[in-house]
């Protein structure tokens, strides 16, 4: 028993998942910090008048933390037995002093149904269907050193002009309903990394990564970068890419000037040529760490993170099945 608890302990020890927040894994020194609102918001099971104002009584309601499915499910449950209509989350806070002179970001990574998200009684988003994040600019609506409050209102009545569509009675799984994923604030500069599903553009914000040629002696690693300035004045400056492998050696690395006028955005993109890389299969799932930095004129980080990457190629053959890296791969059942 005891040689098993120590085997136990020591490999918890070697070994730590890490979870990315938001989509990105933060990285030392960049200006961005991402911060859980997951904890402590007052929960109301149904419509109410005027729930989304500052000064609404909710004292009353329960307490819950997301993610929050709405309701237990029994172990049977497919999508007719579970709660269909509105629902109102709140959730009150004092900001930081260190989100001062910040851009902040309220980052839901998916409320079902329809939604609509105010702070402090001003509507800033109305979202439709539950599979993708609900982000929305709260900058010039928080008040320093108050009680903020942020409401949300959810239906996940059945509507067929959102995925999944279909009535829940007619479905053969459960979807839940609420903000049923992970809340962030998310603070960085004025100048800084979109996300996709803010600029709500065709393959355009955030950070893209695609691949050229990929084989056991090279592979292309194609990176779009799309950058915003919301400061008030042009912005020059670079965005700097750097791969690192497992053993956190640089790899390799890639500039590319950047010049974004104010209120506006832009993209940069580079190609990485990788000798002799390490290639991701299920046998070995090997994965790059790749930092991305936005710099000004004078080397001065204003924004960056870090995303895992795992560099593959991936090819359908008709009848000949699916490729993965230039190989095919058997059928394994």
């Known amino acids: 028993m005891g040689f098993l608890l120590f085997m136990t302990q020591s490999l918890s020890a070697a070994h730590q998942p890490e979870y990315s927040t938001a989509g990105f894994f933060e990285l030392p020194g960049t200006g961005r910090a991402v911060y859980s609102m997951n904890p402590a918001w007052r929960f109301h099971k149904g419509d109410v008048k005027g729930a989304e104002m500052p000064d609404f009584d ?4 329960e307490l819950v933390s997301l993610p929050d499915g709405m309701e237990e499910l029994p172990s049977e449950a497919s999508g007719c037995v579970n709660y269909q209509g509105a629902v109102w989350y709140r959730k009150h806070f004092t900001p930081e ?12 990574e998916a409320i079902m149904g329809k939604s609509k998200v105010w702070v402090n009684g001003t509507l800033v988003k109305e979202h ?24 949300v209102w ?7 002009a959102y995925p999944p569509g279909k009535p829940q009675d007619a ?3 459960t979807y839940f309903g609420g903000i049923y994923r992970d809340c962030w604030l998310i603070a960085h500069n004025d100048v800084f990394i979109t996300d996709p599903n803010y600029e709500n553009e065709a393959a355009g914000g955030g950070l893209f990564v695609s691949f050229g040629a ?5 592979a292309e690693v194609r990176l779009d970068l799309h950058v915003r300035n919301l400061s008030d004045k042009s912005f020059g400056g670079k965005a700097v890419f750097e791969l690192y492998n497992k053993e956190n050696e640089l790899v390799q690395s890639a500039e590319k000037s950047l010049s974004v006028s104010r209120g506006k955005a832009r993209k940069a993109s580079v190609l990485l040529q990788v000798d002799n890389p390490h290639l991701w299969d299920p046998d070995s799932p090997y994965l790059y760490q790749l930092h991305v930095k936005v710099t000004d004129r004078q080397g001065n980080v204003l924004d960056g993170y870090r995303r895992r990457v795992g560099i593959r190629s991936v090819e359908f053959k008709g009848r000949d099945g699916f490729w993965l890296n230039g190989k095919p791969i058997p059928i394994r059942w």
């Open 97 to 108: 002093e260190s989100w001062a002179g910040k851009r902040l970001f309220l980052h839901f």
């Open 154 to 160: 959810a239906d996940n009545s059945d509507d067929p």
């Open 171 to 173: 479905l053969d799984f």
């Open 214 to 218: 990929v084989g056991e002696d090279k």
């Open 128 to 151: 439709f269907g539950g599979f993708l994040p609900v982000i929305a600019d709260i900058t010039s609506h928080l008040k320093a050193g108050e009680d903020n409050v942020i409401a």
């Open 58 to 61: 909710d004292r009353s309601w």
